[in-house]
């Protein structure tokens, strides 16, 4: 049979604008290995369409939680609500005279107002309206909350739930309010509690002036007890030390220390000076001695031998030693050497009596020191304790007389109480309830339950881990959806096997099921054919002859699909081999109700022919089928031997040999038949499938260098996702009779 161009292969033009797909990119071959899809943030659209999926589910959720709040809160009890407002005026004087009298307002209102609060809940202003009106029976308190023994019930102080004090905002009020299913018992308590807190806030008052007073004047005698004794102690340590005040005398011996520190340290230097003259005198240089401060004549005398010696040098020059004036000159050279030896000895003597002069004042001088500085530390030592006594002998008489004078202020205090608290605004029945809000509790429930809803029903979408849609997958694996195929109930859960009845029409090819209804079976006709012609058309530019048809795990429509693709492929006149290339669990030969007794597996095995084994379909000449054969458990050592070399012999002589194999996972001949086929098509059910799974199978493909044409959505339906909104359009459209 001739073959025909590669643009015959173009399916009729309805069928390949047929709106049963969705419209997508064409193609949806595997990208490089390594290369992953872009992370896309899911659009807000698909969380509208999940609440429009749920739409009923939040509604009787939502009305069944409205219904049931209403009913609880028309059934409850109402509560009326009294207010009592008092109002704190913190400006009054708080006494007549003393600092109480100029005492202004602190800037503490909100401790101050939260302590009144405190104040009114307590047990002292709460037990005797409690007592009056009954409180406890009308609360419900029972002997098991109180405690059996009646010692337990006296001692144990009130609490009252249903009263509530609070304070409006940036005001000095106070709001005593109080709930009751009376609404005049309400009120009196309401007032009876206010007018409780003014009398516990007066008799406070009262109390602690007078307790004040009283304590002030025990602590009276113990002061001035303290206060003599302290005085007496003042006194005696004066007498002891002979001096009225110890710090006078510390500071006039402290000027004197370091008077006598300074002439001390001259001292020294002085006596150093003498030292080093004397020692140099001692040496016997003369010049040494002509260095001293008393040698001034001795330089005189020396000048006179100079000259003498001059003299008596030009003398000797000129006369003999017998002239008179040589004699004469050298009596006086030698009458001037003995004057000068004479005064350097006085020179010598006087120098060390001036250092034995030096070094005896510098020892008075230490000496002095030392004596000082021993009195000075001792009236120093003995300072410290006296400052101590002084201190508290001020201090003991100050306290005294600062408590002498509170005493009478408080006294004359005690007698002007001026109380800043006043009821401004009595509690009165109210009119209507405020418990139960029946308009916001219904209001609350509705919102809450809303929430709930519409949050539970995003959660478990979110918590949905299967394929549902192809923006899903192609946000996930970067790999395209080339088809949805539509459920079709009644094929679930068993095999649709295809009959061939004689047709004009190839579509009569697909057998309905006694229960399907038509325009199921008719929209899976039009999703397979566009299928056909993504596959076939993905790439214009290189033509499919073999195609693998395998999903990520079993019963997930692979089969279905192999067989419906063949069919559609063979009714366009296109020659087309489908082989059965699951030798374990086969299923094809069911399908069309075929002999399976030999096929794939006897080609493989015993090497027949396997032109031998084709099986066509009566009606479609153009359909070749090669069943499996006898399972075998062997499948991936026979497929290894023998299927390249089948699949290269069928390639010319058919137009498209799909071959259905086995799930990828967990078994190795589908790797295998990967390889060595044109493109792979994977199948995975829409909401059942899991999406690591099919990332797994396509992750596995591409480390293979296989060619994945795409993924197929099986059994997917209008509910899953909104991208399959067009199920329900076309659903219509068959099921309207036609005028043929």
């Not at 992953?36 to 939680?65: M, N, T």
């Not at 004549?297 to 020059?317: C, D, G, M, T, Y």
């Not at 493989?604 to 031998?612: A, F, I, N, T, Y």
């Not at 399972?631 to 290894?640: C, G, K």
Request: proline share 6%; glycine share 4%; hydrophobic share 40%.
């Amino acid at each position: 049979m001739p073959k025909e161009p590669n643009n015959a292969l173009m399916a009729p033009i309805e069928h390949r604008l047929s709106p049963v797909f969705p419209p997508m990119p064409l193609g949806g071959f595997a990208p490089p290995e390594g290369v992953e899809g872009d992370a896309a943030a899911v659009p807000l659209s698909h969380y509208l369409w999940i609440i429009k999926r749920h739409r009923w589910k939040i509604f009787a959720f939502v009305a069944a939680v409205t219904a049931a709040t209403w009913l609880v809160s028309s059934r409850i009890t109402p509560v009326y609500e009294s207010t009592a407002t008092v109002d704190i005026d913190r400006q009054s004087p708080q006494g007549v005279i003393g600092q109480e009298a100029a005492r202004t307002a602190l800037n503490d209102s909100d401790q101050f107002l939260a302590t009144q609060i405190s104040l009114i809940q307590s047990d002292s202003v709460l037990r005797p309206v409690a007592e009056k009106y009954s409180l406890l029976e009308h609360e419900g308190f029972t002997e098991a909350d109180r405690g059996n023994s009646p010692t337990r019930q006296e001692d144990a102080p009130v609490l009252l739930k249903k009263l509530r004090v609070s304070r409006p905002a940036n005001t000095y009020l106070l709001k005593i309010s109080y709930r009751s299913p009376d609404p005049r018992m309400a009120a009196n308590v309401s007032n009876a509690v206010a007018q409780s807190y003014l009398e516990h806030t007066y008799n406070l008052r009262i109390r602690s002036s007078a307790s004040l007073s009283s304590f002030m004047e025990k602590q009276l005698d113990e002061l001035r007890a303290k206060m003599e004794q302290s005085s007496e102690a003042l006194m005696r340590f004066e007498r002891e030390l002979n001096v009225i005040n110890p710090e006078e005398k510390t500071n006039i011996l402290s000027a004197r220390l370091l008077q006598l520190n300074t002439e001390y340290t001259n001292a020294q230097a002085d006596r150093v000076r003498r030292e080093s003259v004397r020692n140099s005198v001692a040496g016997g240089a003369r010049q040494a001695v002509q260095a001293s401060g008393q040698a001034e004549e001795l330089r005189r005398l020396a000048e006179r031998l100079n000259e003498a010696r001059e003299k008596f040098v030009q003398i000797r020059s000129h006369f003999g030693v017998n002239h008179p004036e040589y004699r004469k000159s050298s009596a006086q050279v030698a009458e001037i050497e003995r004057a000068m030896n004479s005064m350097q000895t006085d020179i010598a003597s006087r120098v060390e009596v001036e250092y034995q002069q030096a070094a005896a004042r510098e020892t008075m001088l230490q000496r002095a020191v030392s004596e000082t500085k021993g009195e000075f530390d001792r009236i120093n030592s003995r300072s410290f304790e006296y400052q101590s006594l002084k201190r508290e002998a001020e201090a003991d008489k100050k306290l005294y007389e600062e408590l002498v004078r509170k005493i009478r202020e408080a006294g004359i205090n005690a007698g002007f109480q001026n109380s800043a608290i006043r009821l401004a605004d009595y509690a009165r029945p109210a009119i209507l309830p405020v418990f139960p809000n029946i308009r916001l509790n219904v209001l609350i429930a509705f919102l809450l339950a809303a929430f709930l809803a519409v949050g539970g029903a995003i959660m478990s979408d979110l918590l949905d881990t299967t394929i549902r849609d192809p923006e899903q997958v192609s946000r996930a694996f970067n790999t395209e959806v080339i088809g949805t195929l539509p459920s079709v109930k009644s094929w679930r859960g068993r095999l649709g096997t295809l009959a061939m009845p004689a047709l004009p029409s190839a579509a009569g090819a697909l057998t309905k099921a006694k229960d399907a209804p038509e325009s199921a079976i008719t929209g899976f006709e039009e999703a397979i054919r566009t299928l056909r012609n993504s596959i076939l058309l993905s790439d214009v530019d290189r033509r499919l002859r073999s195609l693998l048809v395998t999903s990520a795990s079993p019963s997930e429509g692979k089969s279905t699909t192999g067989a419906h693709l063949a069919l559609t492929h063979a009714e366009q006149g296109k020659r087309t081999l489908l082989i059965d290339g699951d030798l374990r669990k086969p299923s094809v030969h069911k399908r069309f109700s075929i002999n399976a007794a030999r096929g794939l597996s006897n080609v493989l095995v015993e090497g027949c022919d396997w032109r031998e084994l084709l099986v066509s379909p009566e009606n479609l000449p153009e359909l070749h089928i090669l069943p499996a054969g006898p399972p075998s458990r062997r499948a991936p050592d026979l497929i290894a031997r023998g299927m390249e070399e089948l699949l290269e012999q069928a390639a010319p002589e058919y137009d498209l040999v799909i071959l259905d194999g086995p799930p990828l996972l967990g078994f190795a001949e589908p790797l295998q038949m990967a390889t060595i086929v044109d493109g792979v098509v994977v199948v995975a059910r829409a909401g059942s499938t899991n999406r690591k799974s099919v990332g797994t199978v396509l992750s596995t493909l591409r480390r293979l260098r296989a060619t994945v044409v795409g993924v197929v959505l099986n059994e997917v339906h209008r509910e899953m996702s909104d991208s399959y909104h067009y199920y329900s359009y076309y659903s219509r459209y068959y099921q309207q009779p036609k005028n043929v």
